[in-house]
């Protein structure tokens, strides 16, 4: 299961993975999401906050992931991974030949740092002289 939660006024959009992930999960997240995309543009950030990855469900969820990561990394500014997981502290470096957005990675219980480094993302309507 994916619990998300798109903060709307920083333009960051939270994934909490807690369970397997599922196909459905991502479609669920694809629908919250592109409705923003469409009305206000890129995103500043996506935060991921899992202590520990709890893998996908089956070979359709993996296909499920990969889809959503083709169809929405020219939307994103910044990754952060917030984990003691090794596989997401090595993500962000295998993460970076395949994606656009800058990638991060947090130790767990960091959350408040990784947001405030996504915050601090340029995205295409930001004005040069902030």
């Known amino acids: 299961m994916l619990k998300y939660e798109l903060l709307?006024?920083?333009?960051?959009f939270v994934l909490k993975?807690?369970?397997a992930l599922e196909a459905s999960d991502f479609e669920r997240v694809a629908r919250e999401l592109d409705p923003y995309i469409e009305e206000r543009g890129d995103l500043r950030g996506l935060l991921i906050e899992?202590?520990?990855f709890p893998g996908w469900g089956d070979i359709a969820?993996?296909?499920s992931h990969l889809r959503f990561i083709r169809d929405h990394h020219h939307?994103?500014?910044r990754v952060a991974a917030v984990s003691d997981s090794a596989f997401l502290?090595?993500?962000p470096h295998i993460?970076?030949?395949f994606v656009n957005a800058e990638v991060r990675h947090f130790?767990?219980?960091s959350r408040d740092a990784a947001i405030a480094w996504l915050r601090d993302a340029r995205v295409g309507g930001d004005d040069a002289s902030q």
């Open 95 to 97: 993460a970076s030949y």
């Open 8 to 12: 709307r006024d920083d333009g960051i």
């Open 50 to 52: 899992a202590e520990s």
């Open 75 to 77: 939307h994103i500014a």
């Open 107 to 109: 130790e767990f219980g």
């Open 89 to 91: 502290s090595i993500a």
């Open 17 to 19: 993975p807690d369970g």
């Open 61 to 63: 969820a993996f296909i």
